[in-house]
């Protein structure tokens, strides 16, 4: 956990002037770095303060405290946790809307990447205390999510409202057993008078425990108890229930009729609920041009209408619906398009990728963002290759997190690994960002291919897992400078005990003259003693290879092998350190850079795995 | 200890015949549970857990006769139980004693009463509208010494309501005057995910809670730990502490109008300590919760003319005869067999109950917030605070309802 006490008023003072100078992306990863270090608060004034703080730093810090996020016991992500729940409680302060609903999109922007379930569902918890109207969107897609759909209808029953509602009315009518169940839960709890057709229908189901909650549901809904009623929800216009009635007696001409005057009424009077109640049943009554009703919909300048008609648009899922949906991208106005995208992607069709393809390259990130997901969501190997050579142009953090996660979750990517080198080796970064490592990535920076720990820099982890292997890599130390190569580590024990490392040190330092000998540059750190005299001085790069196959441990310092070791040999019968060292006897694990306070860089990493 | 003895064993005129005799059902049969099993008044029939181990042990410790369950609602749906205890972690209170209500049932369930106020007043009306009986499982406003004073509430309430003390009055909830926070009740921060053991259901067991990976401190003996289910040393005691206040303080039909916290940011998933927690009333009347143990000189109660001090020392001279004088505090039902075979409302019920619940809760989300709250204790919410009204009833998992 970050917790380091240092004068709390002077170091207050400063970092928040620190975190208020810059909105940069640089300026954004500072002043998280420093406000992340002080959580969680002491007391209110501190808590305040801080997030104050944190608060001003907009989407940005949401997005990038998101990225922090691990599942749990994969890591510690523990003080980002501490600022993404204290900024939910923050920013639900009275009077803060402004911020909270910059807040809630930076979280709800957050969920729409693909992450591990509990990862997302802390970011819905998150949502369920300072999400609103904007969240509902994005929180609708997670409907679909088996794994999350229970905590996104939570969250829409606390946003409430007619956007929730026609929502989850949507996702009941798509789904079946315990989804049903649930959105049938939330349907009541919103008293969304919309859902009595479609709940009358299920009333009448075969399976007992669906009758049964809906026939509850209904009973709440029709019993009209103004005590139950929901503080401010405005009573639905009865010609709804009339058109449903007409509807459900098979007089489709007449509900026809009737929704659709209900509907455009509504539309005329900007009055989003009863428009979204009334195109429903506009839509399942018509007999001919359901296509171009929703496409109109579509287009409007209403949010809740235009979801609540893609969301009836999937539906339509024919071909020729597919390519009327891409040409009507061709000229829909910006606001509609990342909706019209994410429904392109869901209709499943190959004949969408124009408009996807277009949608990459759009000038606005939101329809960017909604490409992704929609290639993301289309499959198939076009879509991946679009979004493999889409991903060095990415021209946001969110956008490169996006086309990361949605590639890496496509079986197709198993194609994009980077291929080995004549010599049979792999880059291990890729000379722009931290792609492919997690652990401490706020500590270490990347500038033209070039890998630093930072002077804040602790543990970075290897996304992938080596047993036997060769490892090259360039480094050039600053004076007194001490990091370390982690081999065969679990993530976040003691690299040097759970696992091993290979000291990164600079030898020549005065603070390091009366060192232990399995302390120095090239040591199996505490176990096995390199051969000294081969370091460059600081500042300058040097050569290095490590080559570990089982417990045979070889370092070879700029064309000098400096050690030759068997681990479990050398540390029989006991570790020169005099401690327990599980990590001796591991066969396999992650790599690590092992930041001790120093400023150490790296280029060309490369891993030849020997297995 | 009462034991179930056989009718044939019962001679004479004063004997409960068995069809006379209450049944009751125990849902939960953990450490709290168990000795619920035993509490006079009834004779238990069923029991109830989704620990099949615990609920196998308990089996084998019961007469013959107590049929075990995995579903409360097969319970709930025996005609012939009576009483209905409670004994699950909160989380569950408000679910099952609002189904027991609907099932007609009558009710002893385990503090706190519920773990938000909207489910409280949800539990209320449901006992209300279905005309049950019910109780709290705390006691001291009727019954006991109370903690450090060494006599019960009574003689207390006769103080307060004698005016000897003034008005208002503030009392002091802490360690100098004879009450523990209980700061171990604090949950983990680092659970690694683990695989739940093949005997406990924890699907059904979380129930209504947001689902997160099993661990065993979540649940068992430790679940007080984390909000989802509790609220920590103030959940596990704060309703014993706190409801003979609202009695002594003629408030068991309001509540405060503001909470003040003094703590350290909590965390969103496990509770944490706390300093103090100020809970005030629209007339002046104040209770502190003094959870760091500063003030080691307050009295328990004070008022402008008179201090209380635990041991039932106090500044008024010749206090006891005075009291002696005085008469004694409106009698209650003291009997919750009583209360079921008559149909007269328990001491501590569903309305006195849920509104000195409303307390622990008050305090539980102003920790969690971070933020001091103004409460409007007639509608039941937070003043001008959305994002607090969100804690004050938040939504259920899956279908589960009040």
Known sequence: MYKRRLGF?????????????SMSAQGVDGALENLLE????????????????????????????????????????????????????????????????AYALGVAEALAAPRDPEVARFLLAQLELAGGPECVAPVSR?????????????????????????????????????????????????????????????????????????????????????????????????????????????????????????????????????AVAALPLQAEAARRGVLDLLMTAAASPMPEVRAAALGLAEGHDSRSAVRRWVRFAETAPEEALPGVLRLLGALGHGAALPALRAGL????????????????????????????????????????????????AMPEAKAWIPAPDDEGFVPLFNGRDLEGWIGHTLGYEVEDGVVSSKRVGLNLYSEAVYGDFILRFDFKLTEGANNGIGIRVPLYGHAAYDGMEIQVLDDHAEAHANL??????????????????????????????????????????????????????????????????????????????????SVVSFRGMRIKPLD | MFTIVPRKALGGPGHTAPSEELTKAVIGVGGMGRGHLTYPGARLVAVCDVDRARLEDVLERTAAGVRGYHDF??????????????????????????????AGKDIWCEKPLTRTVAEGRAVARAVQRNGRMFRVNTWFRFRDNFYSFGTPVAPIKKLVDSGMLGWPLRVTIG???????KFNWVGRTDLRPEKPPAHFDYDFWLGPAPYKPYHPHRTHD?????????????????????????????????????????????????????????????????????????????????????????????????????????????????????????????????????????????????????????????????????????????????????
């Open chain 1, 9 to 21: 008023r002077g170091g207050l003072a400063a970092f928040l002037c620190c975190a208020m100078a």
């Open chain 1, 38 to 101: 002080g959580l969680p608060a002491e007391n209110q004034r501190e808590f305040e303060a801080r997030f104050s703080a944190l608060a001003a730093l907009g989407a940005p810090a949401s997005a990038r405290l998101a990225e922090m996020l691990t599942p749990p016991g994969a890591g510690d992500d523990e003080a980002a946790r501490y600022a993404l729940s204290g900024l939910a409680k923050h920013v639900t302060r009275p009077g803060a809307e402004a911020e909270r609903r």
């Open chain 1, 142 to 274: 997670l409907l679909a999510d088996p794994a999350l759909y229970d905590d996104a209808a939570r969250v829409l029953r606390v946003i409430g409202g007619p956007e929730s509602g026609a929502a989850l009315l949507a996702a009941l009518q798509r789904s079946q057993d315990a989804r049903a169940l649930v959105f049938i839960a939330a349907l009541r709890a919103l008293a969304y008078a919309p859902a009595a057709e479609t709940l009358r229908r299920l009333a009448a189901s075969d399976d007992a425990a669906l009758a049964a909650e809906a026939r509850t549901a209904l009973a709440r809904l029709e019993s009209l108890d103004a005590r139950d009623a929901p503080a401010g929800a405005p009573a639905m216009d009865p010609r709804i229930a009339e058109a449903e009635a007409l509807l459900a007696r098979g007089q489709r001409r007449e509900a026809e009729a009737l929704a659709g005057a209900v509907y455009a009424e509504a539309v005329a009077a900007s009055d989003a609920m009863t």
């Open chain 1, 361 to 408: 390259a759009s000038e606005s990130e939101a329809v960017r963002l909604a490409a992704i997901q929609g290639l993301g969501a289309l499959g198939g190997k076009e879509a991946a290759a679009l979004l493999q050579a889409r991903r060095p142009q990415a021209k946001t953090t969110a956008e490169a997190a996006l086309l990361r996660n949605t590639v890496f």
């Open chain 1, 516 to 597: 232990k000998p399995w302390q120095y540059h090239g040591a199996v750190y505490g176990v096995a003693a390199p051969e000294l005299g081969h370091l460059k001085p600081a500042g300058e790069w040097n050569t290095q290879e490590i080559i570990a196959r089982g417990p045979s441990i070889t370092v070879i310092l700029n064309g000098h092998t400096i050690l030759e070791a068997d681990v479990v040999e050398a540390a029989t019968p006991a570790p020169a350190h005099g401690r327990e060292h599980p990590g001796l006897t591991r066969t396999s694990g992650h790599l690590a850079l092992c930041g001790h306070n």
């Open chain 2, 73 to 102: 609602r097969e319970v709930l749906a025996r005609p012939d139980i009576d009483i209905v205890h409670i004994v699950t972690p909160p989380h569950w209170h408000g679910v099952m004693a609002a189904a027991a209500a609907e």
């Open chain 2, 175 to 181: 360690k100098s005057t004879g009450f523990d926070w």
């Open chain 2, 222 to 402: 430790t679940f007080r730990g984390y909000w989802d289910y509790d609220g920590g040393g103030l959940g596990d005691m704060g309703q014993h502490y706190l409801d003979p206040v609202q009695y002594l303080l003629n408030k068991d039909d309001t509540g405060p109008v503001s909470v003040e916290v003094d703590a350290p940011q909590q965390h969103h998933d496990a509770a944490g300590v706390w300093r103090r927690i100020v809970l005030r009333y629209a007339d002046g009347c104040e209770i502190l919760l003094d959870g760091e143990g500063r003030e080691t000189k307050a009295p328990y109660i004070e008022g402008p003319e008179g201090k209380l001090y635990k041991g039932f020392e106090s500044d008024i001279p010749d206090l006891e005869r005075k009291l002696a004088e005085l008469p004694e505090p409106a009698p209650q039902v003291t009997d919750f067999a009583e209360s079921v075979r008559e149909r007269k409302r328990f001491a501590l019920n569903e309305e006195n109950g849920h509104r000195s619940c409303t307390l622990v809760n008050l305090g539980i989300v102003a920790l969690r917030l971070g933020r001091n709250l103004r409460f409007d204790p007639d509608t039941e919410r937070f003043v001008d605070d959305p994002g607090a009204n969100r804690l004050l009833d938040q939504p259920m998992r899956g279908s589960w309802h009040v």
